[in-house]
């Protein structure tokens, strides 16, 4: 079975730290993504990877940043974080040319 | 950027009954089309997919769904619930030759009563 794991189930923050949220995929896929999750507003894309060293932006990149440096981790980084940075955050790898999305099981973040 | 429209944010349905889950896309390019199932506090899971061939797609846990070009529609149907299916459903639609972004719906938070 394919695993994703992410870092922490659940995480609280102040306002203005920098915090990483990890994922990792044990299946060598190619592709890895990072949404956010908001009540009402469904998943919404921040970042995503087609390969190490490798970033695009998504829909909301605005206050994120991304790190890959191997193929089987996904970083997500928040600079300096924000009260309506507070939500679910979920990772997603899939292989190069498959459409399905395999998840994580997310990280819930609260930022104080 | 695509569009994706679930109609119902919430859907309560008697145990044993039927239900429908109705999804809307904007595209009129050739899309692939997905159900995802998110249970509480855990990630999604793919439920079916459409990619090509026949419209009408069965899944896990007896969930179907039945693509409809000319109405850009991809509804997810079961014909009997079980308290077990008490979860958020998630449709996500991506374009043919753009890769493997998704773009998702808001969600539908499907509760079965007992």
């Known amino acids: 079975d394919v695993k994703v794991t992410q870092s922490s189930r659940y995480l609280v923050k102040r306002t203005g730290e920098k915090v990483f949220l990890e994922c990792v995929q044990d299946?060598?896929?190619?592709?890895m993504f990072w949404y956010r999750q908001d009540p009402g507003l469904g998943l919404r894309l921040i970042y995503f990877?087609?390969?190490?060293?490798?970033?695009e932006k998504g829909d909301i990149p605005e206050g994120y940043s991304v790190s890959r440096e191997k193929k089987e981790r996904f970083s997500l980084i928040l600079e300096s974080a924000s009260t309506n940075q507070t939500s679910m955050y979920l990772c997603?790898?899939?292989?190069?040319?498959?459409?399905?999305?395999?998840f994580g099981p997310g990280t819930r973040l609260t930022v104080t | 950027a695509q569009s994706v429209t679930q109609l119902d944010s919430q859907v309560p349905v008697f145990e044993e009954a039927p239900v429908e889950l109705r999804c809307n896309y904007s595209?009129?390019?050739?899309?692939?089309l997905f159900w995802y199932v998110q249970y509480p506090n855990q990630g999604l899971q793919l439920l079916l997919k459409?990619?090509?061939?026949?419209?009408l797609v069965k899944g896990i846990n007896g969930f179907e769904a039945e693509f409809n070009k000319s109405q850009t529609s991809f509804h997810l149907r079961k014909p009997s619930v079980h308290i077990s299916d008490t979860a958020e459903y998630f449709c996500?639609?991506?374009?043919?030759?753009?890769?493997?972004?998704?773009?998702f719906g808001t969600g539908t938070s499907l509760t079965v009563i007992p």
């Open positions: 997603a790898s899939s292989w190069q040319g498959s459409y399905e999305q395999y």
């Open positions: 299946m060598d896929h190619e592709n």
């Open positions: 990877s087609y390969d190490v060293k490798m970033k």
């Open positions: 595209s009129s390019v050739s899309v692939y």
């Open positions: 459409y990619l090509s061939g026949s419209t």
């Open positions: 996500a639609v991506s374009v043919v030759g753009t890769g493997n972004q998704f773009y």
